[in-house]
């Protein structure tokens, strides 16, 4: 079966603060890929990262950073000095076999200043 | 400019009407896809078409019906045998057809629907 958990249903930081949005995924696949998605309240995902099972590099793109540990089978998010405009529900999400998304149930990130 | 459009915004109901959620793409994406997000859930999939003219059910077909008659568009239609039709509906397109998990898929505004 392939899943996604995001064990954090709300998160509530002050600005600037640094925070780290959870994600565990279960898949019997050996190849297959992660994402995450930003979901503002205006309702449309935005699409933030890619990664590949392959590849446990992790990235930073300015203050966003992931941490991929394929032995935990753990897909990490960072956001670092956190701001207002991050406020959002975070979607880790699997890609499925037959080219679907399998979404978890997000993480609503409230950011206050 | 490239994108998704998906119409209307909001859209109202009575119970027992059939109701179409528009959704076009000029992005020239072989896969199209619906999904459904309840408050403080997840999106599940509804239904998804790798090339025109077939589709295939997602995990929550029931109720819903679909047509790919052109490579652009892909809309949904909400019957009445959907029990619990007031949700958020998103539409998604891809480069490639499924299989290739890799490609990441790119989201259309969404439509709200309320029963009323």
């Known amino acids: 079966a392939q899943k996604v958990t995001q064990a954090q249903t709300e998160i509530s930081v002050v600005e600037k603060e640094d925070v780290t949005l959870d994600c565990v995924y279960e898949?019997?696949?050996?190849?297959?890929?992660l994402f995450w998605y930003k979901q503002p309240p205006s309702g449309e995902l935005v699409f933030l990262i890619r990664?590949?099972?392959?590849?446990?590099q992790n990235e930073i793109s300015g203050r966003y950073s992931w941490n991929f540990q394929k032995s935990t089978s753990s897909f990490n998010f960072t956001i670092t000095a956190s701001q207002v405009v991050d406020s959002a529900v975070y979607f880790c999400?699997?890609?499925?076999?037959?080219?679907?998304?399998?979404f978890g149930k997000g993480t609503k990130l409230s950011v206050k200043p | 400019d490239g994108g998704i459009t998906q119409s209307p915004k909001y859209l109202f109901r009575k119970e027992g009407q059939n109701v179409t959620l528009s959704c076009e793409q000029n992005?020239?994406?072989?896969?199209m896809y619906w999904y459904r997000q309840d408050p403080g859930q997840g999106l599940r999939l509804i239904y998804y078409s790798q090339i025109v003219n077939d589709f295939q059910k997602g995990d929550i077909a029931e109720g819903y019906s679909v047509s790919r008659e052109k490579k652009e568009s892909f809309p949904l239609t909400v019957t009445s045998a959907q029990k619990n039709p007031t949700a958020f509906y998103l539409c998604?397109?891809?480069?490639?057809?499924?299989?290739?998990?890799?490609?990441?898929?790119?989201f259309g505004p969404g439509t709200r629907l309320t029963v009323l």
């Open positions: 998604a397109s891809s480069i490639d057809r499924g299989g290739t998990r890799r490609n990441e898929q790119f």
């Open positions: 992005l020239n994406h072989d896969a």
């Open positions: 898949t019997r696949d050996t190849t297959y890929y």
């Open positions: 999400v699997l890609g499925g076999s037959q080219g679907n998304l399998i």
């Open positions: 990664r590949n099972s392959f590849d446990e």
